[in-house]
């Protein structure tokens, strides 16, 4: 290239970024002469304000990524051509308590993540419209598809249906909900363009009541939801079973848009092609070999069908960007067949167009270069710089507090005695009648044993329990499959334990039982979600034992920070027990994301937190091995980690600059 080409292409390349800038914004061209009207269709196709607008949206759930990240995240969706972000809203973290709401305002290690308003708020700033989908049901691969668990307080209750003690409270959390985003609508000068009424219904089949549907879409205007709503479904498996009159319905898929379309047109002539949940990868399960994935190619191809002027489609990305399951969040799912039950991993990294830690994928290009021919004469800024990674240096963990010293720093009105079994715990008598919703049950007695004692669950464990006599750890690692319908594993209903080298004499029986997530997918009866020991007694010798110390472990961060009865660790720790130690990180060190990676950790399972906030699950089951910690988490000078390990720990952490989500292979997705 001669020098005089170089000035030309100099030239012609600033002569193209200051047309791009002179373009109006998203809003500037849907508002230049006053906002009108809202969304609405006609002839299959989209209006915004009277002018001709296409749906090109991505997920990003607020509650799953750090809000120091929110606005990180929103530009990258934005410069990828896109003009809406969707979320859902998690009724169980908003009142995670009976009638005790937090939107961002609470006392909690998640409510800076609930400022829902904010999000909003911020969404526009960074030139998006937004969709919300409220629930109050919303699968999401979060816990009980985002419904409190204090709902199965009621013996009666059946949820997603019109079952008055469900609508009641329902009610209490669209009134308290709605009222803070109305007036963010767009005909009122907001960015919420859309809503969606309750979520994939269908898949309720037989237990689908349109009346409770029909509540939803009234209780939803008459808190002065203006804006257009729509329903989500998989059009080819459940029809309209999911659809409420006044609201659009939108599909659902990863494959066969020509299929869902021609179906969605079958069920709705002449409305627009709207896909809500265009999956752009899957989700991960404890004990499965590998982490799935779904090949950029293929998405493309499906992408084009979506454009075509054929099907002239709309489309939301599900996910953009998957983010974090923080906590003990994370959903489940309830198979008909073995293993009957599989909880998700924290990580919803989804293989999504942006990872879990926001960097960018081929997705992200592919998508970027096929939606910008589409939009019509608007500014899309530059992909903005990645977050750095940091690969620090180990953490030794140095003390630790036993299972016993754990029991004493529970508050003596939380250790519950003369208890009898069954008992879930949901059903405990605390957090203001909401019982306990996450973490881990401590059930302990002390009983008379025999010689070659037998010790029999009833029922299901629900869903993972460890077993300990006298303090000894008795139970095994999960490490296999294999175990799944073995005594303490969620797989097999009424299995024993026979203890063999037990003397005759009375001996303390603890039995520990980790709450693994409650499935979000389902019928009707899969939502009766109970944890910990909600089935039956527990028999020694096929007797009964009739009374039971109940403790609760929820793990909130300010009991974990307020832990005492540490002792320094000398040697190998079995758990179940507390770990902590500290890492520095001085002035001349940068605070950037990092991953703590759990690979070393074998016949292990548990929880991780990085002063004081709680980063998720790890489990040498596999597939995942890694922990994102986003750096709003970790500061310079002294950032504490607490591990809570059910069998075998280590004494140090590792870290690196890379997450490690397991084996990759390509599935042949379904919704499980």
Known sequence: ????????????????????????????????????????????????????????????????????????????????????????????????????????????????????????????????????????????????????????????MRVRTSYPGYLERVDKFFGMLLPLLTDLQFTRNGSIIAWQVENEYGNYQEDVDRAYMEYLRDKMIELGVIETLFTSD??????????????????????????????????????????????????????????????????????????????????????????????????????????????????????????????????????????????????????????????????????YVSLENLVRNVPGELQFTGMKLPLAMEDLPMNNDSGQSFGYILYRTTAEFGSGSNLTIVGHVRDLAVLRIDGKLLSKPWTSDSQIGSFGFWGAANRSYTFEDVEYGAHVIDILVENMGRNNFGVLSDFNQKKGLPEGPVLLDDVDIPEWEVIPFEFNSEWVESLTQYQPITGNVDGPAVLRGSMILSLSEEVADTFIDMSSWTESRGIVFVNGFNLGRYSSIGPCKTLYVPAPLLKQGENKFHVFELYHARNDLAFSDVPNLGPVREPNNSRI
């Open 234 to 399: 998989t059009p080819t498996l459940s029809g309209d079973l999911g659809s409420v009159e006044g609201a659009i319905q939108s599909a659902n898929f990863q494959y066969g848009a020509a299929k869902e379309f021609a179906r969605l047109q079958e069920l709705q002539p002449g409305g627009p092609n709207l896909v809500m949940e265009f999956w752009t990868g899957w989700f991960d399960h404890w004990g499965e070999p590998w982490h799935n994935t779904h090949n950029p190619e293929d998405m493309a191809s499906e992408l084009s069908v979506i454009l075509s002027d054929e099907w002239y489609g709309n489309v939301n990305f599900y996910m953009f960007h998957g983010g974090t399951s923080f906590g003990f969040l994370n959903g489940a799912n309830v198979p008909p067949i073995s293993p009957q039950y599989m909880a998700d991993v924290s990580s919803y990294d989804y293989d999504a167009v942006l990872t879990e830690a926001g960097d960018y994928t081929p997705k992200y290009t592919i998508i970027r270069e096929m939606i910008l021919p589409n939009l019509p004469p608007i500014y899309t800024p530059e992909p903005p710089e990645l977050k750095s990674k940091a690969n620090y240096r180990g953490v030794v963990l140095t003390e």
């Open 1 to 156: 290239m001669t020098p005089l080409d170089k000035v030309a292409l100099y030239l012609a390349c600033t002569l193209v970024t200051v047309a791009a800038q002179d373009l109006p914004s998203n809003y500037q061209y849907y508002t230049e002469e006053g906002v009108k009207s809202g969304l609405e269709w006609t002839n299959g196709a989209f209006l915004l304000n009277k002018k001709g607008f296409r749906i090109f949206s991505g997920a990003v759930h607020y509650f799953r990524v750090h809000p120091d990240y929110w606005r990180d995240r929103l530009k990258k969706v934005r410069a990828a051509g896109l003009t809406t972000v969707e979320t859902y809203v998690p009724w169980n973290l908003h009142e995670k308590t009976k009638d005790s709401f937090d939107f961002g305002d609470g006392q909690s290690e998640m409510s800076p993540f609930l400022d829902i308003v904010r999000f909003v708020k911020m969404a526009k700033e960074e030139d998006l419209f937004v969709i919300v989908r409220p629930g109050p049901y919303i699968c999401s691969e979060w816990d009980y598809g985002g419904l409190p668990s204090w709902l199965q307080r009621d013996p009666s």
